[in-house]
């Protein structure tokens, strides 16, 4: 079966444009906006791989390589980040628990 190499840069482009999209929209929730980046790097890792088919050539999966490493530390950074920021959360609502009571005593 033969799918057009036109088509598939169709669908990575909206896969980009949709991940873009949702950075520009999504400015308040991590989650949402790490999975908006890991769009935009799976779009370049489509036209990675749909280039090196084209051009019967290694390079386009050897860089696929390399945005797959980037991924997984942007993915460990961000998880990281979520969960220092859920500490602190929760580290100052007990801190604003204790001092409501203490006032109210």
Do not use: P
């Not at 991590?30 to 088919?53: G, K, P, R, T, W």
């Amino acid at each position: 079966m033969f799918i057009a190499y036109t088509f598939c840069y169709i669908i990575s482009l909206n896969i980009f444009f949709a991940g873009l999209l949702g950075c520009f929209i999504v400015k308040r929730n991590l989650i949402v906006f790490l999975i908006c980046i890991e769009l935009i790097l799976i779009a370049v890792q489509l036209n990675f791989l749909i280039a090196a088919y084209n051009f019967n050539d290694i390079i386009g999966q050897i860089f696929n390589l390399f945005i797959l490493m980037i991924a997984a530390a942007e993915v460990a950074i961000g998880l990281a980040l979520l969960i220092l920021n859920y500490r602190l959360r929760v580290l100052l609502k007990q801190n604003l628990f204790i001092y409501q009571r203490i006032r109210c005593i």
